[in-house]
């Protein structure tokens, strides 16, 4: 009776000392090089480098899967251990999801293509030059919308978007410098086939974890981009996909 009184005793020990196992994460992205897209039938892109970079620093496992941004959006704000990557952190958003970043900052502008010599030199020029065509699910299209922008034109994707620009439908876009050159490549277009106007908006891109995951796992996560930014992985990651790109400031 001592002995099984002892095993017990022991064996409450070990569970206390063994620290609890965390669920898998899931972790959603969306296609949009150089960012995230499939190569050869493998995700690769910056941020999903820079995701693979923190697990191995937090010793998390996860599966890294690749979805429709509406879709990723609504599985993150209803499941605990999930997160959409890379999220533009915004007044709106805030309080929805727990933000490990920032991991690279964007600068977005209005675009044209260089043959029909578009000149715009004013957020109201470029209200008034026909119908902008932008994905309607994008931030940009809710920030331009409530800047009294009545000339949106909403698509299910920036292709599509890039389709109307390539074929003249739409005279005006507005996209990101960091993701311009995949979206032009996609219909086979160049940067050099286009003209920028008017930077308006600077956007810094998150992790964004769903509020029922851990708080301590989520502060291990900021700590591990920390430790990265620090010992200059971060911009080695950066200056192999995005050499203009600038590295971010770390979050306090």
């Not at 996860?62 to 251990?81: C, F, G, K, N, Y």
Request: glycine share 6%; proline share 7%.
């Amino acid at each position: 009776m001592k002995h099984q009184v002892l095993c017990s005793l022991l064996s409450c020990w070990l569970v206390a000392l063994c620290p609890p196992v965390l669920a898998e994460l899931r972790l959603f992205t969306e296609a949009a090089p150089p960012m995230s897209f499939m190569r050869d039938g493998e995700l690769s892109g910056l941020s999903v480098e820079v995701v693979r970079a923190l697990l191995a620093r937090t010793g998390d496992s996860a599966s890294i899967e690749l979805l429709p941004w509406t879709r990723a959006m609504h599985l993150v704000q209803q499941q605990a251990d999930t997160a959409l990557f890379s999220t533009v952190r915004t007044p709106e958003r805030e309080g929805k999801f727990q933000w490990v970043g920032p991991i690279v900052v964007g600068t977005t502008s209005f675009y044209s293509l260089k043959s029909h010599g578009l000149s715009i030199d004013s957020m109201a020029q470029a209200a008034a030059t026909g119908p902008l065509a932008l994905p309607k699910q994008w931030y940009t299209f809710e920030i331009l919308g409530a800047h009294g922008f009545d000339n949106l034109y909403g698509v299910p994707s920036s292709k599509q978007m890039m389709t109307m620009l390539k074929h003249g439908r739409v005279q005006l876009i507005a996209t990101e410098d960091l993701t311009l050159a995949g979206e032009l490549a996609s219909v086979g277009l160049r940067p050099a086939d286009v003209t920028a106007h008017l930077p308006f908006m600077r956007s810094a891109y998150y992790i964004a974890f769903s509020l029922p995951t851990s708080a301590e796992r989520v502060a291990r996560w900021q700590q591990a981009l920390r430790q990265i930014h620090e010992d200059g992985s971060l911009a080695a990651i950066l200056q192999r996909w995005l050499p203009q790109a600038e590295l971010p400031p770390l979050q306090p």
